[in-house]
């Protein structure tokens, strides 16, 4: 007979032990996943180690057991969940369907009971045991067919827990692990147990009385006047803890080991949830893709492939798709080209394409009209083969971003199943994946490439009309298409990258890196790897003797936070987290850059991605030139090597003074803040006033960055749970903070108050130019998800407005530069900034000139402020 294994999960404990393991983490959409991400690692690990036939994970249903009718204040002083935490809830069971793993939840109990009641059956059953855990309570489930995992620091490290294992670690059996809880009580559960009686005292009196029964029918044979005193005092409560602590084994558990068998996952299943969580670095450990291949049944078309490229074939009308397989820095290899208009479906093979002169007069022609799906990229790509397209009048992938940008568009067959328009099949099936990408024969290819032009002449009318149905067009047509030609002039023209200056700095870094690892061995005692958390464990545990953590398999934990507890205690700490940062600027920030520097213009072409966030904010990869760290000072002089690419220029660097609550003022009208901008006073200082009730004279530093922390964390839809981590500060002083604000800013809470109220009865809530974020969570009957979504309808406006107002200066500054015949170029977005580059004769125009422009793109209630600054490389424009 095969063994059976079962493997049960306390969800709420695995979820409590991620969540505040990992730092915050956000995907795309502001969702917080890092105790989903912390759950993933451990079920993965879990199904790859344990192998189970079985499994199950349990969830507590809710705050009142049947433990509470014996002590009602059973887990009384806990602090609420933090709502980063409660939102997760839902993904993590979602995650768990797309395992198929199953989950329950029992009224009245905890997960605790529905795992020692199912372990217990299973053991008559068979079947060997593993329960995975944070809590030590459920060591006493150890039994020789049973073993119970306890998570340790980090997700993923387990201390198992077998009869023996307790009885070496704590010299009791593990039913004797309820007894030293009666004795010793539980803080975290808020079990009482008996003052004074610690874990020593408890299992020292264990080890002689065997029971706390037994011990409690002979305190006069317990040495210690004062001890005795304690026992016989809270006799009645030392019974009631242990009763408290006792994991129900006979529970009403309604599930049967049939409905917990575990067949295995499969990639389509999970593939999505982890896109839509941004867990890419755990999509390469799913293993082979076994979904199965999209099934078409697509109409047979008609399709040309020209002899020669003439003029004869095009119109004033066309849809025109540019293929481009490798989405790389360099936009590499167009592999197609495909019309579809009045005079037939054609098929354009790239080297003959751009080797006639009638393409690209047509391409470069503003009078024939295009749709196109992708206007900068197809506009980058053919700008390296010297082709400048014209006449783009409609972009089908910017249109559906605008639609709706909660959707993941991967390719235009998402946009067309959007539509119920089956006449493509995606990429991915068609061309395959990774080292099974491969590009079809002509016949195949063209046919592919024709459908997809052919599609966007079936949904064009569809977008145009969603767009002017939700008043979108003019952002579509006014904002994002003319920007997308801007963000194609400024991937085009690159920044150029002083390689050598770069290299030196390399150099120095490194030099630094040596001096820093010689520190750190002096320090120690020793050489030794610094870079080896092996290594370096036993340097700080065994032999600096820091504070113990205990040993895991592959030896102590050195992660950053572990390390960051333990900087008061010995300086050699410093030393090791500035080590390890400089590490990465190293490996990350200089040699990476020095890797995409193209070596013919001395440049780095970072891409822009216009249609990915659902604020409307841009991004930046390949390589990503809005995150060079700059709080360290190294980081900060990475930027020196970001130069002007012609002699006798500058950089020139202007950015937008908190806009972000510029634009809260405005959409709230609280008089108070509206008033503070336009006198023009430190927004900081004066909310320290308003929440401390001081006068500005008598407002510290520690006041006006606590005030400052609230501001901003109010136009993140911030938590009493956040500002307390973001200040260090209890939750409970943390929320008083945030009440106060409130209070001193009435008009921002009734604007809190009715954009939820507005995003409820819409669905959806609205940026200052109309661009939308459909919140359909907002009237979920889950409080978790609801919460979420109404942090989420409160920041949107806000976030959003902001990436509007700068996407419309960068356009009314293209137009400015134009105007004025100057020679400056705009050269990158990094938030709230925008970057030039100008002939040094041309910088007393663009100090008046730029301001001016930026300060009005859009009229508030408040004027909006532009501080610049300017110099020999991007450092100096500070």
Same mark, same amino acid.
């Given at each position: 007979?095969?063994?059976?294994?079962?493997v049960?999960?306390?969800?709420n404990?695995?979820?409590?032990?991620?969540?505040?393991?990992?730092?915050? +983490?956000?995907?795309?959409?502001? @969702?917080?996943?890092?105790?989903?991400y912390?759950?993933?690692?451990?079920?993965m690990?879990?199904?790859?180690?344990?192998?189970?036939?079985?499994?199950?994970?349990?969830?507590?249903?809710?705050?009142t057991?049947?433990?509470?009718? #014996?002590?009602?204040?059973y887990k009384?002083?806990?602090q609420?969940?933090?709502p980063?935490?409660?939102?997760?809830?839902?993904?993590?069971?979602?995650?768990?369907?797309?395992?198929g793993? $199953?989950?329950?939840? !029992?009224? &009245?109990?905890?997960?605790?009971?529905i795992?020692?009641?199912?372990?217990?059956t299973a053991?008559?059953?068979?079947?060997?045991?593993?329960? @995975?855990?944070g809590?030590?309570?459920?060591?006493?489930?150890?039994?020789?067919?049973?073993?119970?995992?306890?998570?340790?620091?980090?997700?993923?490290?387990?201390?198992?827990?077998?009869?023996?294992?307790?009885?070496?670690?704590?010299g !009791? #059996?593990?039913?004797?692990?309820?007894?030293?809880?009666?004795?010793?009580?539980?803080?975290?559960?808020?079990?009482?147990?008996?003052?004074?009686?610690?874990?020593?005292t408890?299992i020292?009196?264990?080890?002689?009385?065997?029971?706390?029964?037994?011990?409690?029918?002979?305190?006069?044979?317990?040495?210690?006047?004062?001890?005795k005193?304690?026992?016989?005092?809270?006799?009645?409560?030392a019974?009631?803890?242990?009763?408290?602590?006792?994991?129900? %084994?006979?529970?009403?558990?309604?599930i049967?080991?049939e409905?917990?068998?575990?067949?295995?996952?499969?990639?389509?299943?999970?593939?999505?949830?982890?896109?839509?969580?941004?867990?890419? $670095?755990?999509?390469?450990?799913?293993?082979?893709?076994?979904?199965?291949?999209?099934s078409?049944?697509?109409?047979?078309?008609?399709?040309?492939?020209?002899?020669e490229?003439?003029?004869?074939?095009?119109?004033?009308?066309?849809?025109?798709?540019?293929?481009?397989?490798?989405?790389?820095?360099?936009y590499?290899?167009?592999?197609?080209?495909?019309?579809? &208009?009045?005079?037939?479906?054609?098929?354009?093979?790239?080297?003959?394409?751009?080797?006639s002169?009638?393409?690209?007069?047509?391409?470069?022609?503003?009078?024939k009209?295009?749709?196109?799906?992708?206007?900068?990229?197809?506009e980058?790509?053919?700008?390296?083969?010297?082709?400048?397209?014209?006449g783009?009048?409609?972009? #089908?992938?910017?249109?559906?971003?605008?639609?709706?940008?909660?959707?993941?568009?991967?390719?235009?067959?998402?946009?067309?199943? %959007?539509?119920?328009?089956?006449?493509?099949?995606?990429?991915?099936?068609?061309?395959?994946?990774?080292?099974?990408?491969?590009?079809?024969?002509?016949?195949?290819?063209a046919?592919?490439?024709?459908?997809?032009?052919?599609?966007?002449?079936?949904?064009?009318?569809?977008?145009?009309?969603?767009?002017r149905?939700?008043?979108?067009?003019? !952002?579509?047509?006014?904002?994002?298409?003319?920007?997308?030609?801007i963000?194609?002039?400024?991937?085009?023209?690159?920044?150029?990258v002083?390689?050598?200056?770069?290299?030196?700095?390399?150099?120095e870094?490194?030099?630094?890196?040596?001096?820093?690892?010689?520190?750190?061995?002096s320090?120690?005692g020793?050489?030794? &790897?610094?870079?080896?958390?092996?290594?370096?464990?036993?340097?700080?545990f065994?032999?600096?003797?820091l504070?113990?953590?205990?040993?895991?398999?592959?030896?102590?934990?050195?992660?950053?936070?572990? !390390?960051?507890?333990?900087?008061?205690?010995?300086?050699?700490?410093?030393?090791? +987290?500035?080590?390890?940062q400089?590490?990465?600027?190293?490996?990350t920030?200089?040699?990476?850059? +020095?890797?995409?520097?193209d070596?013919?213009?001395?440049?780095?072409?970072?891409?822009?991605?216009?249609?990915?966030?659902?604020?409307?904010?841009?991004?930046?990869?390949?390589?990503?030139?809005?995150? @060079?760290p700059? %709080?360290?000072?190294?980081?900060?002089?990475?930027?020196?090597?970001?130069?002007?690419?012609?002699?006798?220029?500058?950089?020139?660097?202007?950015?937008? $003074?908190?806009?972000?609550?510029r634009?809260?003022?405005?959409?709230?009208?609280?008089e108070?803040?509206?008033?503070?901008?336009?006198?023009?006073?430190?927004?900081?200082?004066?909310?320290?006033?308003?929440?401390?009730?001081?006068?500005?004279?008598?407002?510290?530093?520690?006041?006006? %960055?606590?005030?400052?922390?609230?501001?901003?964390g109010i136009?993140?839809?911030?938590?009493?749970?956040?500002?307390?981590?973001?200040?260090?500060i209890?939750?409970?002083?943390?929320?008083?903070?945030?009440?106060?604000?409130l209070d001193?800013?009435p008009?921002?809470?009734?604007?809190?108050?009715?954009?939820?109220?507005?995003?409820?009865q819409?669905?959806?809530?609205? #940026?200052?130019?109309?661009?939308?974020?459909?919140?359909p969570?907002?009237?979920s009957?889950?409080?978790?998800?609801?919460?979420?979504?109404?942090?989420?309808?409160?920041?949107?406006?806000?976030?959003?407005?902001?990436?509007?107002i700068?996407?419309?200066?960068?356009?009314?500054?293209?137009?400015?530069?134009?105007?004025?015949?100057?020679?400056?170029?705009?050269?990158?977005q990094?938030?709230?900034?925008?970057?030039?580059?100008?002939?040094?004769?041309?910088?007393?125009?663009?100090?008046?000139?730029?301001?001016?422009?930026?300060?009005?793109?859009?009229?508030?209630?408040?004027?909006?402020?532009?501080?610049?600054?300017?110099?020999?490389?991007?450092?100096?424009?500070?």
């Amino acid at each position: 007979m095969d063994k059976k294994k079962l493997v049960l999960i306390d969800g709420n404990s695995i979820a409590y032990r991620a969540f505040f393991a990992l730092p915050l +983490l956000n995907n795309d959409k502001g @969702i917080h996943t890092n105790a989903v991400y912390g759950f993933t690692m451990m079920l993965m690990k879990i199904i790859e180690d344990e192998k189970p036939t079985h499994i199950l994970v349990a969830f507590d249903a809710g705050k009142t057991t049947f433990r509470h009718k #014996t002590f009602g204040e059973y887990k009384g002083g806990r602090q609420k969940t933090p709502p980063e935490l409660s939102e997760q809830f839902p993904f993590i069971r979602e995650l768990l369907d797309a395992y198929g793993i $199953s989950r329950y939840e !029992l009224e &009245n109990y905890e997960a605790d009971d529905i795992i020692g009641t199912l372990s217990l059956t299973a053991e008559k059953d068979g079947y060997e045991v593993k329960v @995975i855990s944070g809590d030590k309570d459920l060591t006493q489930l150890a039994s020789d067919k049973t073993t119970v995992g306890i998570t340790r620091k980090g997700i993923t490290d387990i201390e198992e827990y077998t009869p023996d294992h307790v009885q070496e670690k704590y010299g !009791l #059996t593990p039913l004797q692990i309820i007894d030293m809880k009666g004795l010793m009580g539980d803080t975290s559960d808020n079990i009482p147990g008996v003052p004074g009686v610690g874990e020593k005292t408890a299992i020292k009196l264990l080890k002689e009385y065997s029971t706390l029964e037994n011990l409690l029918n002979s305190i006069n044979q317990v040495n210690g006047n004062k001890l005795k005193e304690k026992l016989e005092e809270f006799k009645d409560q030392a019974l009631m803890s242990k009763e408290l602590a006792t994991i129900e %084994r006979e529970a009403p558990v309604e599930i049967s080991f049939e409905n917990i068998e575990y067949e295995g996952f499969t990639r389509e299943k999970v593939q999505p949830l982890f896109k839509e969580l941004g867990f890419h $670095s755990l999509l390469d450990k799913l293993g082979e893709d076994h979904a199965v291949p999209e099934s078409y049944d697509l109409e047979e078309i008609e399709y040309q492939i020209p002899h020669e490229i003439t003029a004869e074939i095009f119109a004033d009308d066309n849809y025109f798709y540019v293929e481009i397989l490798d989405d790389n820095y360099h936009y590499s290899d167009i592999i197609g080209f495909s019309i579809v &208009n009045e005079k037939g479906h054609f098929y354009l093979p790239t080297e003959k394409a751009l080797q006639s002169v009638a393409f690209k007069k047509w391409a470069e022609d503003a009078g024939k009209k295009k749709t196109v799906y992708d206007v900068k990229r197809s506009e980058v790509s053919l700008r390296r083969q010297n082709i400048h397209l014209r006449g783009v009048e409609f972009d #089908t992938l910017i249109a559906s971003y605008i639609i709706d940008a909660s959707e993941n568009i991967e390719g235009l067959s998402s946009i067309t199943k %959007r539509y119920d328009v089956q006449t493509i099949q995606s990429d991915e099936s068609f061309y395959g994946k990774g080292a099974k990408r491969r590009i079809p024969e002509t016949a195949k290819l063209a046919e592919h490439l024709v459908r997809k032009s052919l599609a966007m002449s079936d949904i064009r009318d569809k977008l145009e009309n969603d767009l002017r149905r939700n008043e979108q067009y003019e !952002l579509f047509a006014e904002l994002e298409m003319p920007l997308a030609l801007i963000l194609a002039d400024m991937e085009s023209c690159g920044v150029k990258v002083d390689h050598n200056r770069l290299r030196l700095m390399g150099i120095e870094l490194n030099e630094r890196l040596v001096e820093i690892e010689k520190t750190i061995h002096s320090l120690a005692g020793e050489k030794f &790897n610094i870079n080896s958390p092996k290594q370096l464990g036993v340097i700080l545990f065994e032999k600096l003797n820091l504070q113990s953590f205990k040993k895991t398999k592959t030896g102590y934990s050195t992660s950053a936070d572990v !390390l960051e507890k333990l900087a008061p205690d010995h300086e050699i700490i410093e030393h090791i +987290l500035l080590y390890r940062q400089l590490g990465k600027l190293q490996s990350t920030y200089i040699e990476g850059l +020095l890797k995409v520097i193209d070596p013919k213009t001395e440049k780095v072409h970072t891409r822009f991605q216009q249609t990915l966030t659902a604020t409307g904010r841009l991004s930046s990869i390949d390589p990503n030139l809005q995150n @060079i760290p700059i %709080r360290l000072e190294e980081g900060r002089k990475i930027r020196q090597a970001f130069v002007p690419s012609e002699k006798d220029w500058v950089i020139f660097a202007a950015d937008y $003074s908190q806009i972000e609550l510029r634009v809260l003022a405005d959409i709230a009208g609280d008089e108070k803040l509206i008033q503070a901008f336009k006198d023009d006073l430190d927004i900081h200082t004066k909310t320290a006033m308003e929440v401390f009730h001081v006068n500005e004279e008598e407002v510290t530093s520690n006041m006006r %960055r606590q005030a400052k922390a609230v501001n901003f964390g109010i136009v993140y839809g911030i938590s009493d749970y956040g500002l307390s981590q973001s200040l260090g500060i209890t939750r409970k002083e943390a929320g008083k903070f945030i009440e106060r604000y409130l209070d001193s800013y009435p008009g921002v809470k009734e604007y809190m108050d009715d954009i939820i109220q507005i995003a409820k009865q819409k669905g959806y809530v609205s #940026t200052l130019m109309q661009r939308r974020r459909y919140i359909p969570e907002i009237t979920s009957r889950n409080f978790n998800l609801r919460s979420f979504a109404e942090r989420t309808a409160m920041n949107t406006p806000i976030q959003g407005s902001a990436a509007d107002i700068i996407k419309k200066a960068m356009i009314d500054m293209d137009a400015a530069l134009k105007d004025q015949g100057l020679k400056s170029r705009l050269l990158l977005q990094v938030h709230d900034e925008l970057i030039f580059e100008a002939p040094q004769d041309e910088v007393e125009i663009l100090k008046k000139l730029v301001p001016d422009v930026m300060e009005n793109a859009l009229e508030l209630k408040v004027p909006l402020k532009v501080d610049y600054a300017y110099g020999a490389t991007w450092f100096d424009a500070k």
